[in-house]
C-alpha cells in the first residue's frame, strides 16, 4: 500500500465542479488496488488573486513542488481578464508551468467508438482516429521575449511577441516525441511554418537531425496551415504530432472537434524531472459554470493520465478510464455530447454514475 501526494488546483469556473467528481473516482479506483491519495488543495488562477493578489501564490507553487504529482482543473474568467497578461489568471497558469519546467506537453485525441456520432465530421472520418499531439509547453511566443507595448513618436500603439526557440529546447521535446511514436504507429509530424519563420526553420533542421537517432520512426514534416485542414479532411493520416507552443495550443483545440467535444480531452504536462501537471485541454468555461453542466470526462481522464504517467499506476488509469468508456455505453452523456436517444445528466450526476461503473467494474476491467 503506498501513498500519493497530489497537489489539487481547482481554480475557477467549472474548475471545482469537476474537481470533485475527478477526486471522487481516483480514490475508488485507488481503493481498489490499495492506493491511497493525500490530496492537498491550493489556490491558483482568479481563486488565488482574489484571496492573495497573485495567480500563483508561493504557497501553492511550494506545495506542487512538494507533490508527487499536480492535477489542475481550469483558470480564467471574464472577471479577471482586463488585468496585465502576467497578473491575469492565465499567467498564473503559465508561471506554473514554468516553475515545474513541465516542458512536454502530452494531448491524445482518440475518438471513442461511442462518441463517433458526436463529432461535427461524418462518422466515417473521424472513426478510429487516434492521435497524440506532443505540445511544446515552456517556450516559443508564449514566453519570447522581447514582448510588450510600445507607442512610437506618432503616437500609434504597437503590441509585440516574439517566437523564439533554441536548438536544446527543439532537441528535447523531439525526443519526448519520437519516444512517444515508436510506443504508438511509429509515425511523428512534425509541424511548423518553415516556409516564413527562421525559428521554424531551425526547428524543422533540429527534429530532422534528431530523427537520424531514430531510424525506425517514419518523420514527415508539415506547415501548420495545412496541418490545420489535413485534420479535418483526413484526421486517420495523423499518428504522433510534435509541434511547437502556439500551433499545438490551437491543434490540440481542434482536434478535440474530432472526439465529439472539448470536454472530453485530457493532458499531461511533463517535466525531465520532479512532478508533472495533469489538465483537460479545455478551460474554465465561464458561460456553463457553477451550473452544474460541465462534462467531467476530460478532468477524471487527466487523473488518469496522472496515474499512467505521474504515479506509475496504469492498472488504477485502465479503471478509470473503463469507467468513462463504461458510462458511454450505458448512453449517459452530459450536455455536450447530446444527441438523440441518449440521457442527459448534470455533472455530479455523472460523477455519480462514473464513481459506480469503478465499483462495479472493481479491478481488471
Ligand atoms: P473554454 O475551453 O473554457 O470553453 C470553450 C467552449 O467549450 C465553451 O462553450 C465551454 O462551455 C465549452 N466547454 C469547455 N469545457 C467544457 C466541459 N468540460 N464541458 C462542457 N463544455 C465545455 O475556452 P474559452 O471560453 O475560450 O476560455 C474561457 C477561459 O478559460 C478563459 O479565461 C481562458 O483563458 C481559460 N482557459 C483556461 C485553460 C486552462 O486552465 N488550462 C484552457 C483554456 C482556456
Ligand atoms: C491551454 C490554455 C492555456 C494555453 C491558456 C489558458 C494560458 O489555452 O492550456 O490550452 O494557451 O496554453
Ligand atoms: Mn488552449
Known sequence: QATHKIAVLPGDGIGPEITKVALQVLEAAGKSHGEQFEVKESLVGGAAIDATGQPLPEETLAACRASDAVLLAAIGGYKWDSLPSASRPEGGLLALRTGLNAFANLRPAVVLPQLADGSSLKREIVEGVDIMIVRELVGGIYFGQPRGFSTNDKGHKTGYNTMVY????????????????????????????????????????????????????????????????????????????????????????????????????????????????????????????????????????????????????????????????????????????????????????????????????????
Not at 177 to 194: G, I, M, T, Y
Not at 200 to 221: A, M
Open 166 to 365: 533554441s536548438e536544446p529546447e527543439v532537441e528535447r521535446i523531439a525526443h519526448v516525441a519520437f519516444d512517444a511514436a515508436r510506443k504508438r504507429r511509429k509515425r511523428l509530424c512534425s509541424v511548423d511554418k518553415s516556409n516564413v519563420l527562421e525559428v521554424s526553420q531551425l526547428w524543422r533542421q533540429t527534429v530532422t537531425r534528431i530523427g537520424k537517432e531514430y531510424p525506425d520512426i517514419e518523420l514527415t514534416h508539415m506547415y501548420v496551415d495545412n496541418a490545420a485542414m489535413q485534420l479535418l479532411r483526413n484526421p486517420k493520416e495523423f499518428d504522433t504530432v510534435v509541434t511547437g507552443n502556439l500551433f499545438g495550443d490551437i491543434l490540440s483545440d481542434e482536434a478535440s472537434m474530432l472526439t465529439g467535444s472539448l470536454g472530453m480531452l485530457p493532458s499531461a504536462s511533463i517535466p525531465s524531472e520532479g512532478p508533472g501537471i495533469f489538465e483537460p485541454v479545455h478551460g474554465s468555461a465561464p458561460d456553463i459554470a457553477g451550473q452544474d453542466l460541465a462534462n467531467p470526462m476530460a478532468m477524471v481522464l487527466s487523473a488518469a493520465m496522472m496515474c499512467r504517467y505521474g504515479l506509475s499506476l496504469p492498472q488504477v488509469a485502465d479503471d478509470m478510464e473503463a469507467a468513462v468508456t463504461s458510462a458511454l455505453d450505458q448512453g449517459f452523456r452530459t450536455g455536450d455530447l447530446m444527441s438523440d436517444g441518449m440521457k442527459q445528466l448534470s455533472c455530479s450526476d455523472m460523477g455519480q454514475v462514473l464513481l459506480k461503473a469503478e465499483q462495479t467494474s472493481g479491478n481488471g476491467f
